[in-house]
T-cell receptor
Framework: NAGVTQTPKFQVLKTGQSMTLQCAQD?????MYWYRQDPGMGLRLIYY???????DKGEVPNGYNVSRLNKREFSLRLESAAPSQTSVYFC?????????????FGQGTRLTVV | GDSVTQMEGPVTLSEEAFLTINCTYT??????LFWYVQYPGEGLQLLLK?????DKGSNKGFEATYRKETTSFHLEKGSVQVSDSAVYFC????????????FGRGTSLIVHP
């Protein structure tokens, strides 16, 4: 049982290049999230998807797009990467319907934009 | 809205020292409270949780008690090890309104031999 799987683990992009970060879960949960983690800033929510076919903006959505391809997969796309998007990106599941349940995170994608 | 405030780090300790990382929260109603740990190069994972007032969560020698009267959920460990070096996040999930969790900014712990 892999839980939440992110690919790639590391990536270096040049300014202006595009890329897609992939996230897949095998836990059969509806809600999926994308966060970025920066030093001193903690976790900031980029986008989330409450269920298949729906997506919503989080705290810092500018410069990103998302696709909820099916129940298992939720991808994050950078159309034109900027150095300010250098960060560690995490995909997570927060099961709905039970506030006592914890979140499950992927291992992260470490992105550097030069 | 909901918020979580953690003490800023880094917290630097010698092995076998006592650890406290403070966490206070603001939320409507009575949320569930969590501590997550992030080891270097990894994602966050649950360390412990408490779902109602006066509950104590515990795991791997860490403890935290849900204090409604002080809206706090401080993390403690009696004797830290080098392997405890990590970043610790306090978080809550509310029972009203948005179901999206709220995280603190994280506290880095460095334990020296």
């Amino acid at each position: 049982n892999a839980g939440v799987t992110q690919t790639p683990k590391f990536q270096v992009l040049k300014t202006g290049q595009s890329m897609t970060l992939q996230c897949a879960q095998d836990m059969n949960h509806n809600s999926m999230y994308w966060y970025r983690q920066d030093p001193g800033m903690g976790l900031r929510l980029i986008y989330y998807s409450a269920s298949e076919g729906t997506t919503d903006k989080g705290e810092v959505p500018n410069g990103y797009n998302v696709s909820r391809l099916n129940k298992r997969e939720f991808s994050l796309r950078l159309e034109s990467a900027a150095p300010s998007q250098t960060s560690v990106y995490f995909c997570a599941i927060h099961p709905r319907g039970d506030e006592n349940t914890e979140a499950f995170f992927g291992q992260g994608t470490r992105l550097t934009v030069v | 809205g909901d918020s979580v405030t953690q003490m800023e780090g880094p917290v630097t300790l010698s092995e076998e020292a006592f650890l406290t990382i403070n966490c206070t929260y603001t939320a409507t109603g009575y949320p569930s409270l969590f501590w997550y740990v992030q080891y270097p190069g990894e994602g966050l994972q649950l360390l412990l949780k408490a779902t109602k007032a006066d509950d104590k969560g515990s795991n791997k020698g860490f403890e935290a008690t849900y204090r409604k009267e002080t809206t706090s959920f401080h993390l403690e460990k009696g004797s830290v090890q080098v392997s405890d070096s990590a970043v610790y996040f306090c978080a809550l999930r509310g029972r009203r309104g948005s179901y999206i969790p709220t995280f603190g900014r994280g506290t880095s712990l460095i334990v020296h031999p």
